[in-house]
């Protein structure tokens, strides 16, 4: 996103027309990293290595490359970050953490195939949360809930199906 910010060409590409096409690819990219790291989690739990631990070095080695991406606008210290939403980062961090942590534990316990679809009830605690805390500033619909409802339709098909 650095390269976004920091492009004048780039930032021309951002309109209010697009910014939803945008978000949808980076969701897509991002939901396929944290796919690929379930499985790259489970041939690592295949050493017998500390699900824990693993989680340890993959949070580390994601701090420092993102630090290293962000380096410029680390060093700029007119981009203060206001207290609340530093309060947030944290707790952010430490949910995000926790959910790495767990899923890892899951899948040093179980199949791939069955914990990873649990991990797509996510939609259903943002949207959740989105509409206790941000009403003012999304809105969901009853399609995004319809939904959010298929998909967890799904999970309990997958996770009904890996049992017979």
Do not use: H
Not at 32 to 43: C, D, L, V
Not at 113 to 120: E, N, R
């Amino acid at each position: 996103m650095w390269l976004v910010k920091e492009d004048k060409d780039m930032k021309s590409l951002i309109t209010e027309k697009n910014t939803v096409i945008l978000g949808m690819l980076c969701a897509l990219i991002g939901g396929s990293a944290y796919g690929a790291s379930q499985f790259m989690f489970k041939q690592v739990f295949k050493q017998n290595i500390d699900p824990l631990v693993a989680v340890s070095y993959a949070l580390l080695s994601g701090t420092i490359i993102l630090i290293v991406l962000n380096l410029k606008s680390l060093k700029r210290p007119e981009k203060q970050i206001p207290k609340e939403a530093y309060i947030y980062c944290i707790i952010a961090g430490i949910c995000a953490s926790g959910g790495l942590g767990f899923s890892a534990l899951a899948l040093n316990i179980a199949p791939v195939v069955v914990v990873s679809p649990i991990f797509a009830l996510v939609p259903l605690v943002t949207l959740s949360l989105t509409v206790i805390f941000l009403k003012a500033t999304d809105r969901v619909t009853k399609k995004i809930w319809i939904g959010a409802t298929l998909v967890v339709i799904g999970v309990i098909f997958i996770g009904f199906g890996s049992y017979q």
